[in-house]
């Protein structure tokens, strides 16, 4: 009876195959599982290596000079090779590390407190290369827009124009410019051509003519980003706003300003950090009452010998910038997190 039954029962069958399936399903299962494992292995540490370039790059660049900047910021000027005390001696092992540690001081960041020179110098540095953003934005916004709505044909040989200048020499630049803003120079005969003037203007050796030539260096670095915000705009949202009702002006103001302040920030981020501490162009158009921490570093460096200060001065220039970026940073994220 037991074995007809078995015989005759059509389960038997799917059971046995049921079974047969899942121990092939288990057994497929388990070398792709193990297959899964090692490409989520292979892309962490694709990653990690992706990752770490960067770090290891702004490490090696930026953190270690730093460091050896800071660590001179509090050591103390001597007459010796290097032109400062304490150094570390590598044979002394770690006592001479702790001796070096030992024998730092806070005197140089008070010093820049006590002497008004400095604090003079960061407030005309940051005053002036705020003036030259504001003037490079207002000639570069214009530009960049232009530029975006050019037709396609002509952007490219527009952008090159904007990129033209740095094929050549930074420092024969600012050069030219001395011709062009001097008594005998370019402009002044240009204006007395002109009959605008009588009389020369006395525009080198003054913050006019570091203005001019920080808006003429930098304007690139400000237009290339706002361009590419400009020329990612959709002109459809210009369109609808007109198809409203909305006239062109207060479209612009309502859609592509809002729109484009990304570019706009990045561009006077740009403009405006290196700006702060730049020493040519004050050195070469400004005159004895530019003040501008550019100079001063380097009077103290080169001229003074003073390298415990002058390191001083450029970690204090660093903190100057970076601080508020950092923040400003922080602030847009938890923005754009609140907005999620």
């Known amino acids: 009876m037991s074995d007809r039954h078995d015989a005759t029962d059509p389960t038997a069958g799917e059971t046995s195959g049921a079974g047969a399936m899942r121990a092939q399903d288990a057994g497929n299962v388990v070398p792709e599982a193990v297959a899964a494992k090692a490409a989520r292995k292979r892309r962490s540490l694709g990653d990690i290596v992706l990752i770490a370039i960067p770090y290891a790059w702004l490490l090696l660049f ?3 000079p730093f460091f050896i900047v800071l660590k001179i910021s509090f050591s103390e000027i001597a007459v010796a090779i290097p032109p400062y005390i304490p150094t570390f001696d590598p044979a002394e092992g770690l006592s001479g590390l702790v001796e070096m540690f030992r024998g730092f001081s806070f005197d140089n960041y008070i010093w820049l407190t006590e ?12 005053s002036i290369a705020a003036i030259s953003t504001l003037i490079t934005l207002a000639v570069g916004y214009p530009l960049a827009y232009g530029m975006a709505r050019a037709p396609k044909a002509w952007r490219a040989t527009l952008l090159m124009l904007v990129i033209l200048p740095f094929w050549t020499s930074f420092l024969i630049r600012v050069y030219a410019w001395i011709g062009i803003l001097k008594n005998e120079g370019l402009l002044n005969q240009l ?8 009389t020369p203007l006395t525009m080198l050796n003054t913050n006019i003519a570091v203005y001019i030539g920080i808006v003429y260096s930098y304007l690139p670095f400000l237009v290339l980003p706002l361009y590419a915000n400009l020329e990612k705009l959709d002109g459809a949202l210009l369109e609808a706003a007109s198809d409203l009702g909305c006239p062109p002006w207060r479209a ?12 706009v920030i990045a561009g006077c981020f740009l403009v405006f950090i290196p700006a702060v501490g730049e020493f040519v162009i004050p050195d070469l158009l400004g005159g004895s009452e530019t003040l501008m921490i550019g100079k001063t570093l380097w009077v103290e460096f080169f001229t003074n010998r003073d390298w415990p200060v002058s390191s001083a001065v450029a970690v204090v220039l660093l903190l100057i910038l970076v601080v508020p970026i950092v923040l400003f940073q922080n602030q847009q994220q938890k923005a754009a997190e609140k907005g999620l």
């Open 115 to 126: 002497d008004d020179l400095y604090w003079k110098s960061y407030l005309s540095s940051v």
């Open 62 to 64: 930026f953190l270690a």
């Open 252 to 263: 612009f103001w309502a859609i592509t300003v809002p729109l484009s302040l990304p570019g």
């Open 191 to 198: 204006l007395l051509w002109l009959g605008v003037i009588d």
